[in-house]
């Protein structure tokens, strides 16, 4: 049996399979675009379109609010006036995170190789839908889907704070009320001043600061992980990262980035790309506080962790999960498993719950990770109250340089 080394990155894989893995690498770049026109396609026969007020005025439901008064008062107002995202008029029963374990753990495995793979608990998929936010609305349908989590799997304590203890997921304009009340609270006041603390009614990309901002305000611990590289395929010595705040624990554990530790995780080498330390450190994430015995060859977690909002220069998604494969020749294989604001709620329950093509719109390999920057947030657990709440409006960060 004889090895070969992938000229684009550099993965061992067997000799006879190299053309297949190499060729993958062009269909990944354009993956998107493929997923996009595939989806629209399948749109024409099952997309139902959302209420009517939300279509031909997606900015209604919150329209009446007044921006006036104390933000405690514009508090209990929005608390009245929000609504449901369209979204979720339709529950996917079972869950699309329920159908994505079966999946993972059917999955055909080698008797030579094995897998583990990580998943946040409940997770809703929401879409940018057609009439409403395509091309600007993935940042909000990204704190959508980290909300569905929070609601769900933190019942005891985000429940009650999370949207006035409204109990769901708002819609895009309620959710921008919301900012708009963070903002006028203190949270992140230098951020706010780009758009001049208003954004009700805009069609505006946001970030991983304002998804912060938000979900702080409500004192729920928001945390952002920088991450930039020099070029996207640049091999570089690893600089001391920065780090402030609490985030240094899952910087400083053995299994991240040290040279010569030992783990569960297979270290990487001194000198190493700045994509496999962003897929190392997401794996140290999902796998904190975990047992990762491993059992058979596809081995699937379901953890307590929160999934992470996640930001490149052009769009954002969520990874809900990571999976380590364990190759034959010794090296490993990171692949992020993500739910994409760009695709079709029910194109994707469709295939999850038949068992076939779903790994065309979840896995993605370290090797896609082309941009030279990306940005995490992540939510940790607990409720922030008097001194704490008051830092929190101050945004921090861990920031990698490679």
Request: aromatic share 10%; glycine share 6%.
């Amino acid at each position: 049996m004889s090895w070969s080394s992938c000229p684009f990155c550099q993965q061992q894989v067997l000799s006879k399979e190299l053309e297949r893995h190499a060729n993958n690498h062009f269909e990944d770049e354009d993956l998107a675009k493929q997923c996009q026109d595939e989806e629209y396609i399948a749109l024409e026969h099952i997309w139902v379109r959302p209420e009517k007020s939300l279509v031909d005025n997606p900015m209604q439901p919150a329209s009446d609010f007044p921006r006036s008064g104390s933000p405690d008062e514009n508090i209990r107002r929005l608390v009245s006036l929000q609504v449901r995202d369209a979204n979720r008029k339709c529950e996917v029963n079972p869950d699309l995170m329920t159908l994505l374990k079966s999946c993972l753990e059917s999955e055909p495995g080698k008797s030579n190789s094995t897998s583990i793979t990580i998943l946040s608990g409940y997770v809703d998929h929401f879409q940018s839908l057609k009439f409403e936010d395509v091309g600007w609305g993935c940042g909000w349908r990204n704190i959508q889907m980290l909300a569905s989590h929070l609601l769900v799997q933190r019942r005891e304590e985000a429940r009650e704070v999370l949207f006035g203890g409204a109990g769901f997921v708002p819609d895009i304009p309620s959710l921008q009320r919301w900012l708009e009340i963070a903002w006028e609270k203190g949270f992140d006041a230098a951020g706010s001043n780009d758009f001049d603390r208003k954004i009700y009614g805009k069609r505006t990309w946001i970030g991983t600061t304002e998804c912060a901002a938000l979900f702080r305000s409500f004192g729920l611990r928001a945390r952002i992980v920088d991450f930039c590289f020099s070029t996207p395929s640049d091999v570089v010595k690893v600089k001391p990262p920065k780090v402030i705040g609490p985030i240094d624990r899952y910087l400083n554990r053995p299994d991240t980035c040290e040279p010569g530790s030992s783990s569960n995780a297979k270290s990487f080498p001194e000198l190493v790309g700045g994509q496999p330390l962003l897929a190392n450190w997401v794996w140290s994430y999902f796998s904190d506080n975990t047992s990762l015995t491993k059992s058979g060859c596809n081995r699937v977690i379901v953890t307590k962790k929160a999934p992470l909002y996640f930001q490149h220069d052009g769009h954002s998604r969520t990874i809900v999960g990571i999976q380590l494969k364990s190759l034959p020749n010794g090296t490993q294989q990171f692949t992020f498993l993500i739910f994409d604001p760009g695709h079709n709620t029910k194109v994707l329950e469709s295939c999850l719950s038949k068992k076939a093509g779903w790994q065309r719109f979840i896995k993605r390999g370290v090797h896609t990770l082309k941009k030279t920057e990306y940005q995490l947030c992540y939510v940790d657990p607990g409720i922030a109250t008097g001194a704490e709440m008051e830092k929190l409006k101050s945004l921090d960060s861990a920031r990698f340089e490679f």
